[in-house]
């Protein structure tokens, strides 16, 4: 596992509660969508990813609609909403490394809407995309160049470039610990945590079973998602013990 060190904890959970999501949650939202593959492949992997943009979903759907099959199945609000865009039977290109079909047909994606890694400004300019601005001491920029007000889990030694990012919700990790559930019931997949998740992880590419991140097949230069959260470990740590 990469080193990711010191962290700041944002909030606790008792994830030993958590049960398989049911198909009349009240937190389940059906979404009209289009961008996916509708065939039927058997599931061996589940990978997490966060959307990098602000609140709700229309962000990712509107930059979506310029690809014909780049999409996850599911989009969880900070809120814990899960917004369904087409079932987990099928799939949506979503790995992004050459040669990674197999894996996109194999695997259930999904996404935590969030804004990924943030810089904190500290009054000088600073380059985000193409934009020069110059910074307030104390905020945090997501990579857009636009100031944002959200929890933030710290990692000292640094995550893939950053320092700072925005922190998963408990509500939404809740939604993710259920799906997870729900889904090692539907297709078998195993829970058991993976210690090398939080890096390119030859077991990942190679296919192996379980539960993966977006930064398990990309390059550091590549993708950030997901950054590793306490509070997202601890879940994911505490639910392999409850199958």
């Not at 933030?152 to 809740?174: A, C, L, M, P, W």
């Not at 030859?202 to 539960?211: F, N, P, R």
């Not at 997901?226 to 505490?238: F, N, S």
């Amino acid at each position: 596992m990469a080193e990711i060190g010191e962290v700041t904890v944002h909030g606790s959970n008792d994830w030993s509660k958590l049960q398989p999501l049911k198909i009349n949650d009240p937190k389940l939202k059906s979404v009209s969508w289009t961008r996916y593959v509708k065939k039927i492949y058997p599931k061996k992997q589940i990978v997490l990813h966060h959307t990098v943009s602000g609140g709700g979903i229309t962000g990712d759907l509107k930059h979506w609609e310029k690809y014909k099959t780049v999409s996850t199945s599911t989009i969880i609000d900070r809120d814990g909403t899960i917004n369904q865009l087409f079932s987990s039977r099928y799939y949506g290109t979503h790995i992004g490394v050459k040669g990674s079909s197999f894996l996109d047909r194999h695997s259930i994606a999904v996404e935590l809407d969030n804004w990924g890694g943030l810089v904190l400004g500290d009054g000088s300019e600073m380059k985000f995309g193409d934009k020069i601005k110059k910074t307030v001491p104390g905020k945090y920029y997501a990579c857009y160049g636009n100031i944002v007000d959200c929890p933030v889990t710290e990692y000292k030694d640094g995550f893939r470039g950053y320092n700072f990012y925005e922190s998963y919700t408990n509500k939404q990790i809740e939604s993710v610990g259920e799906l997870l559930l729900l889904w090692n019931k539907t297709y078998d997949i195993s829970l058991d945590y993976h210690d090398d998740m939080w890096d390119v992880s030859e077991k990942a590419l190679k296919g192996d079973e379980g539960v993966w991140s977006h930064v398990s097949f990309r390059k550091p230069s590549d993708k950030k998602d997901c950054h590793p959260q306490p509070e997202l470990i601890a879940m994911l740590k505490t639910i392999a013990g409850l199958v």
